[in-house]
């Protein structure tokens, strides 16, 4: 879509919170100042116990283009992303997490950059829970990289969500968001049946590690950090089952080759026969530079693990 510079589009910034109080503050202001000229600020709460929305209250009586709306009942995380996404009004949403803060022209940045791209999205830098930066941007972590295909997403990826930019036609074309996987994996893994998730190597979020974040990149890392609940290992095949016909499911029939990948791939999951082991590791050896893409590995690695499928799903 194009748009003089005297109207631009209007951008709706999508903020999902949940007991943010601690640091909503920050984020909101981060929001507000923006120098893109034409926004709107949609807010969704999910039943939050604590002071949270007594300070939305309060914004949204000062700024009028911040909407707030509290969830009848605790939708988790997912779904009250997909419900604030619905109520945007915007030509582009950019999602945002309750306790980051943004560069104040990171919108205007990521609209500078999205030319015919589906989703635009920025590196980060790591801040503790005070504020004060950690050594490491995100780009250190994981392997950010613009991905152009849906085979990308065949087992992972690395683009967040809370450093996007995206056009409202992506979240028409996502349909229902599944609760099992995550809104911004769902929103790229779908952007790439037509276009690009690009990549701009700019720091323009600063991206809080904290005790109660859903996802930390820095507690991923950490390999002193406690451990998540133990899953068995019969409900993570469960799981990567689902996962995978979800997205056979939703690849439409004209990319019929990825299609046709992951049918094979579900196929090659429902158990450990000698010929789904070797089916497997077969079709993750023909596209193992595709499926990996995310990951920070090399020829000989990218090799050792396709040899694995052998004996596993992921």
């Not at 504020?131 to 990826?157: H, P, V, W």
């Not at 056009?167 to 609760?179: A, E, H, L, S, Y």
């Not at 991206?207 to 899953?231: I, S």
């Not at 019969?234 to 080759?257: I, N």
Request: charged share 25%.
């Amino acid at each position: 879509m194009q748009a003089s510079s005297s109207h631009p589009p209007l951008i709706s910034v999508v903020v999902a919170t949940y007991n943010g109080a601690r640091y909503i503050r920050e984020q909101l202001d981060s929001i507000i100042h923006q120098t893109y000229p034409n926004l709107e600020i949609v807010i969704t709460d999910d039943r939050s116990t604590d002071e949270t929305m007594s300070i939305l209250e309060e914004y949204a009586n000062q700024y009028s283009n911040i909407r707030v709306y509290q969830n009848e009942t605790n939708l988790r995380y997912v779904k009250n992303f997909e419900k604030g996404m619905g109520l945007a009004k915007g030509d582009f949403i950019a999602p945002s997490d309750q306790d980051d803060i943004w560069e104040l022209d990171k919108l205007q940045v990521l609209m500078d950059h999205m030319g015919d791209h589906a989703i635009v999205y920025c590196n980060s830098v790591l801040i503790d829970a005070t504020g004060k930066e950690m050594t490491q941007k995100l780009s250190d972590i994981k392997r950010l990289d613009s991905f152009d295909s849906c085979l990308n997403y065949a087992i992972g990826n690395s683009a967040p969500g809370h450093a996007m930019l995206i056009r409202k036609q992506v979240i028409i074309d996502c349909g229902v968001f599944p609760t099992m996987i995550p809104h911004d994996y769902w929103l790229g893994f779908v952007a790439t049946f037509n276009s690009q998730v690009y990549f701009l190597d700019k720091v323009m979020v600063r991206y809080r590690q904290h005790d109660a974040n859903v996802f930390g990149a820095a507690k991923a890392a950490d390999r002193t950090a406690p451990k998540p609940k133990k899953v068995s290992k019969a409900e993570l095949q469960e799981k990567a089952r689902e996962r995978v016909y979800l997205l056979y499911q939703k690849v439409p029939e004209t990319l019929a080759t990825e299609k046709q990948f992951y049918k094979a791939q579900y196929e090659s999951y429902q158990d450990f026969s000698p010929f789904n082991n070797f089916k497997r590791m077969l079709l993750f050896f023909g596209n193992n530079k595709a499926i990996m893409a995310y990951k920070r590995r090399n020829f000989l690695r990218r090799w050792l693990f396709c040899l694995k499928m052998f004996v596993k799903i992921e």
